[in-house]
């Protein structure tokens, strides 16, 4: 008996969250990305599914590489799938790679790493033209107090103090590889720079790094020291770390599934 | 008796064209950016007054370093005027530096030189987040045989065959000081590079840019030889330029002044 061929297909798409309810699907009538990935399938193969994405971001978060895969009984090359998709989607959505993958990959039970990276510009005018991605923050801080503070975040925690309340997790022990804060250069004009808080571990929680750029930028202000980020952590308490930063200037960078993750 | 102290105040500002109709005030009711510095200058010091710019931006063009003046009555301390403006102005136009200058200073009149930059994506995939400000060509380049036509734009020329026809100048003579092509490196995730056009003249026609680039890009298809844009400037016919470049692209970079300009 003639049975149609399923094939496992895994994209990575960039997107600009701005105009978006963050990626997963919402009750009500707002818009978000797995939406609009879900109809521009649809409108390409006539089939209605549900994709499976590495995890969701929050409204107003970018994705760099968001991986997300679906079964499909489609014909089409896998090589016309990209340009095909794009040319259904709004412009601030790409998707940027796409392949046949074995049917047991799941974008989010088969990751193994995850790369965040949220950026501040620092000094006092905004670059216009990175509104969007860069969070501003005027006053002077001291970026060497808070690499110090960085360096609490490594290796395996309960973070259950950077974890938003609304969280539906049990289990908050998570493991960072790496965390790093890389300075661009001073813009002369704009007076002011970009800096970019880098991590990469096996797992974020709800909102975790935001909490952790929230609790960092109180160190980089003076408000707090350093050590303070390993006290916060042993604490287990929300109520002990800084507050949420912005949504816009954090970025899904890159997700690494078996056989991509760089060593720790 | 007393006269109140009118001052000459000269800005620079950068703004993401996106959301505008170009820099001018347009009759009807069109979003300009002139309109909306005009409003929050009125709102700060209550003068209903005209600006001046370096000269026009059309709809969709971006500016790093636009420049305008304007003479005030106002009292405010010259270091408050950039947080002041930039507080009552959207988020995609920013005020970057303020200073007082002599009476005679006119940004149109006074300017000495004129950057722009235009910028192309060559390649499989836009960057999403550069979108607004890329033009984006799937297709590769003949960048090399850009360069070379690129060459034929340096120098004193009547540039007649670059300038639109809606354009109400009467002379065509212009000097480009400098025009290069710089390729930033290709960016293997997504499969494609940008690289930029930069043309710093005595001033600039029409929709010169616009009409260079897109002649230019012609070249680099190969749908045209580079010795052709010796030959459209010697036409001096807008027929025998390629097509106006799409406006996003398009970035005033730089204007400068005496005493500022880099030698020729």
Redesign the interface.
């Known amino acids: 008996m003639w049975r149609p061929r399923v094939r496992n297909i895994r994209m ?1 798409v ?3 969250g701005t105009a978006y309810n963050g990626f997963q699907t919402q009750p009500g009538n707002l818009r978000t990305i797995q939406d609009q990935l879900e109809q521009a399938i649809e409108q390409l193969t006539g089939e209605r599914l549900k994709i499976t994405a590495s995890g969701r971001t929050d409204a107003g978060v ?1 994705a760099r ?1 968001q991986v997300f895969n679906f079964t499909t009984e489609s014909l089409i090359p896998i090589e016309r799938w ?1 340009m095909a998709l ?1 040319g259904g989607l709004a ?4 998707v ?2 796409a392949r046949i993958v074995p049917m047991e990959f799941h974008s989010r039970r088969s990751a193994k790493r995850k790369t965040y990276r949220y950026t501040v510009r620092c000094g ?10 860069e969070f501003h923050h005027p006053k002077s801080l001291d970026i060497e107090a808070m690499r110090e503070g960085l360096r609490y975040i490594v290796g395996e925690h309960d973070f259950s103090s950077f974890c938003s309340a609304r969280t539906t997790k049990t289990s908050f022990v998570r493991t960072v590889y790496e965390a790093k804060l890389i300075c661009d250069p001073y813009e002369e ?3 002011s720079y970009a800096f970019h808080i880098v991590l990469t571990g096996s797992g974020f929680l709800y909102n975790m790094v935001r909490i952790i750029v929230g609790t960092l930028l109180q160190v980089g202000e003076g408000k707090r020291p350093s050590s303070d980020i390993g006290a916060v952590l042993e604490a287990k308490s929300r109520r002990r770390a800084g507050p949420t930063a912005m949504a816009h200037g954090l970025m899904l960078w890159e997700v690494f599934y078996e056989d991509e993750a760089p060593g720790p």
């Open positions: 990575t960039s997107y600009d970018h590489g990209c794009n412009k601030d959505i790409v940027r790679d006092r005018n905004p670059d216009v033209f990175k509104r969007h991605m004009e704009l007076g």
